[in-house]
């Protein structure tokens, strides 16, 4: 894709052109792994690190100087991800696995579960994904905000997004409505998105 293409994709996408949008995802997405796996991190923390680079760039869309130049900013952004990714779990203490076998033997669930229980989990990862990945850009975007570690504020996020803190968990409960239909269309009944 040449210079002018992807200026054209992301100049449309900034204004809410969904199949722009999907034309950048499509065409980076292989870019924005391949950075994040050269960190070493974690498959969850490589996935964070992915998912907060779309989101930084749903942010700053509008905002990019030198549309042309997208893989470059791309590169940049998974790299501050990944790095970090890294620092907060160097702050996170690690749990013994005794403490934790004797923590989730108490009513909790421990992943003792077989290869079958966690091929399954795998799957509803893949499908609750594809579902996420069909939500309009802001949608991605509030979710993002509101998962996020650290946490957000409502504040930070009506900042952002430019959506009044009144409407921020009115809007959550709708696209979460709209992630569980499309699971239970998918055929995923049990996944929770509460």
């Known amino acids: 894709m040449d210079a002018a293409e992807v200026a054209g994709l992301v100049r449309r996408a900034a204004q809410g052109d969904q199949r722009a949008w999907q034309g950048i ?53 998974t790299r501050r991800a990944c790095l970090a990714t890294a620092r907060q779990s160097r702050r996170e203490r690690p749990v013994d696995a005794a403490e934790q076998s004797s923590a989730f033997d108490h009513g909790g669930h421990l992943d003792d579960a077989g290869p079958e229980t966690n091929a399954l989990r795998q799957d509803q990862q893949v499908l609750i994904r594809r579902a996420v990945a069909t939500l309009p850009p802001r949608h991605r975007a509030l979710l993002g905000m509101l998962v996020s570690s650290p946490p957000v504020s409502y504040e930070e996020i009506s900042a952002g997004l430019g959506i009044p803190v009144g409407s921020i968990g009115p809007t959550r409960a709708r696209i979460l409505g709209r992630l569980r239909t499309a699971l239970e269309t998918a055929g995923l009944h049990d996944a929770a998105l509460n």
């Not at 923390?45 to 998912?51: I, R």
């Open 25 to 77: 995802v499509d065409q980076y997405s292989s870019l924005v792994w391949s950075v994040a796996r050269g960190f070493r991190l974690s498959e969850a923390q490589t996935a964070d690190a992915v998912q907060t680079t779309w989101l930084r760039l749903v942010e700053h869309l509008a905002e990019i100087r030198e549309p042309e130049r997208l893989p470059g900013w791309l590169r940049t952004t």
